[in-house]
């Protein structure tokens, strides 16, 4: 493939899957900000090797894994540049809404789960918000299912703790 063929399916990629790639780095980071730097730098490592995330079954699986890797990774750096986005993709996302309560509600309950610990939130993202099943959040997120479930099983509880707390 050469390298203009190779830019123009790298594009055509992001273009189709840039407003969930957002969504899923704000719902990881909770920030806007961060959420931008996170898909900047896990596209740029996604364009090194896009060779292989083409050829590969599932390449939002591929995408997703690196996302969660750099966002894991993101608090090790020392080194913290702050920029202004001017992205128009994270414009437009709002927090997520909940199925089934009203705005307040889910807003109350996306607060919460934003403080969770980061592995838990990334658990309950993935399971809940990117609707992935355990086998594929266990995928991503580089552990076993039990993992998985664990994590899930604690985040939960440790929700339910939390609202039952604020709504006392």
């Not at 993202?125 to 664990?150: F, I, P, W």
Request: net charge neutral.
């Amino acid at each position: 493939m050469d390298d203009a063929q190779r830019r123009a399916d790298f594009t055509a990629y992001v273009m189709a899957r840039e407003q969930a790639l957002a969504r899923l780095a704000y719902l990881l980071t909770g920030n806007r900000d961060a959420a931008e730097d996170l898909v900047q730098n896990a596209l740029a490592k996604v364009y090194r090797s896009w060779h292989r995330v083409q050829a590969s079954e599932l390449p939002d699986a591929y995408v997703r894994r690196i996302m969660v890797n750099e966002n894991n990774s993101r608090w090790r750096s020392l080194l913290r540049r702050h920029e202004s986005p001017s992205s128009h993709v994270l414009e437009v996302l709002d927090p997520p809404v909940a199925a089934g309560l009203d705005h307040a509600a889910s807003m109350d309950l996306w607060n919460h789960v934003q403080s969770l610990p980061g592995r838990q939130r990334a658990a309950i993202v993935l399971r809940y918000y990117e609707d992935l099943s355990e086998a594929q959040t266990a995928e991503v997120l580089g552990c076993s299912v039990g993992t998985v479930k664990s994590h899930t099983s604690r985040a939960i509880s440790a929700l339910r703790t939390r609202m039952s707390e604020a709504t006392a």
